[in-house]
């Protein structure tokens, strides 16, 4: 029988010193074409006019207010879970408010399907006058097969009772509680887009600057605690390759940055790296051999594998300098479940960006990932008549299918047996971790390894 519920939606809407958007964004609740709800307003210890609006607002009957001070966001996301009574449950963040629809087509797609344990929707991206810049749409969920875009954390619709048998929220972590759930829910439970938008996303000075470090070290963290395959994902080789004398590439090796060299950089990273178990130096020349033979001679994990002078050229790709490690015979002895391909010219990639590229990988099941940062930027091509921007980005829709991310920061993992299927480094389901600007800066040029030595210099 199926359990009953004082009201079908629990909206709880967390402020902290929104008092100039408050009000729009409980308006945007009562004025809803679906009346079966309460409202839980938490207050966080505002030091605004937020305490006087809400006091006002919690003369309505359908609003309950709560004040705190200083809990953070996924505590109070759970005792907004505690005191809910609806059926479904959902968050409106103070300085976002809603479609006059929104909870009925929402609500309308979870009663029809009781398998269904979470729905998110499209949104209007607006400014801080609430003013529509542009729509944001997300994928046909129907469709997708890698769950690695995460949806956001507030205006989704909730089963309220799967919410709670996954314990919550986790309260380890102070921000990316979309994420947190979105990996744990997805696990369980099936989830489903709405295609249409039905929120409105406020961006505004106290929003839109964000600590990005934190943000995705905090992701890494989450795919760190709930990623399973232990042992095969902490059985990764870790190669680094370097190109003939005179590349680039090959002169960095040598170049320093701070105390050591740019190889060494790269080495001390990967060997760092929890989920690394060997690392692999390639390349033609007998200088770089000489120089792990110098600094890692006592070290077992590091190996040197002579590169074939044909496949250090610029223009050859690294599939048959993969398929000549693999087969050396200091690695036969060894089972590795992935590879992972670091590129020299990254020196600030971190331990834990590597090991979370891998986790990463076997969280989400795909078969080979790549580091990235979202690009926001217009591209165009010359057709002949004059440049014309590509993907339609000047279209007013955001389209995800449309967005692009950038290959940076130099990480590649792939799994043996889709390198061996397929003969190629990236192949099969292509996943993604996104890395911090610092980590994605490449030494490209002078003024390039000049900009990475301040770095190193201000980091010291």
Same mark, same amino acid.
Not at 76 to 98: C, E, Q, S
């Given at each position: ?28 609740? !009562? ?98 006058? #609430? ?21 956001? #954390? ?13 314990? #919550? ?78 590349? *680039? ?44 033979? %110098? ?7 590091? !190996? ?8 250090? %050229? ?69 057709? #002949? ?22 290959? *940076? ?41 000049? !900009? ?9």
């Amino acid at each position: 029988m199926e359990e009953k519920y004082p009201v079908l939606i629990s909206i709880y809407i967390t402020n902290y010193n929104y008092g100039k958007y408050i009000e729009q964004a409980v308006n945007s609740v !009562l004025q809803q074409s679906l009346q079966d709800f309460e409202i839980i307003i938490i207050d966080d210890g505002s030091t605004d006019n937020s305490p006087e609006i809400i006091r006002t607002l919690a003369e309505h009957p359908k609003i309950k207010t709560i004040f705190q001070k200083n809990k953070g966001l996924n505590v109070t996301n759970n005792i907004a879970l505690r005191v809910a009574r609806g059926k479904y449950i959902m968050r409106l963040d103070a300085d976002d408010f809603l479609d006059k629809n929104a909870l009925l087509v929402m609500s309308n797609m979870l009663e029809k399907d009781p398998e269904l344990g979470l729905v998110f929707p499209n949104y209007y991206l607006t400014d801080a006058d #609430g003013r529509v810049d542009s729509v944001h749409q997300r994928h046909d969920f129907s469709e997708v097969s890698l769950m690695d875009q995460a949806a956001h #954390g507030a205006c989704t619709m909730i089963r309220t009772k799967f919410l709670k048998e996954l314990g #919550g929220y986790s309260e380890n972590y102070q921000c990316q509680d979309g994420y947190e759930l979105w990996v744990k829910f997805t696990a369980k439970y099936q989830v489903a887009n709405v295609p249409t938008p039905l929120f409105y996303y406020r961006q505004h000075g106290s929003n839109l600057t964000k600590n990005e470090g934190r943000i995705l070290s905090t992701r890494a963290s989450i795919n760190q605690e709930y990623v399973q395959h232990r042992k095969a994902r902490e059985n990764s080789l870790a190669i680094i390759p370097i190109r003939d004398v005179g590349t *680039t590439n090959h002169r960095l090796a040598f170049t320093n940055l701070g105390n050591i060299t740019l190889l060494e950089h790269k080495i001390e990273a990967a060997l760092s790296a929890k989920n690394i178990r060997k690392v692999v130096v390639s390349s033609p020349d007998a200088s770089i051999e000489n120089l792990l033979n %110098q600094k890692y001679a006592n070290n077992p994990r590091v !190996l040197f594998v002579p590169r074939p002078q044909a496949y250090a %050229q610029l223009n050859v790709g690294l599939i048959e300098t993969v398929q000549d490690i693999l087969q050396h015979e200091r690695l036969q002895s060894n089972t590795f479940s992935t590879f992972v391909v670091l590129a020299i010219e990254y020196p600030f990639v971190r331990a834990t960006t590597i090991d979370d590229a891998i986790n990463t990988l076997f969280l989400f099941e795909s078969d080979s990932l790549i580091s990235v940062r979202p690009d926001s930027s217009l591209f165009f091509q010359h057709q #002949g008549h004059g440049m014309q921007p590509i993907l339609n980005q000047e279209k007013f829709t955001k389209l995800e299918r449309e967005a692009l991310y950038k290959y *940076t920061g130099g990480i590649s993992v792939t799994r043996l047996g889709i390198f061996d299927k397929h003969q190629k480094v990236i192949s099969g389901t292509v996943g993604h971790i996104i890395v911090d600007q610092k980590t994605s800066l490449g030494i490209f040029s002078e003024y390039d390894l000049q !900009l990475a030595k301040l770095i190193i210099e201000v980091d010291i």
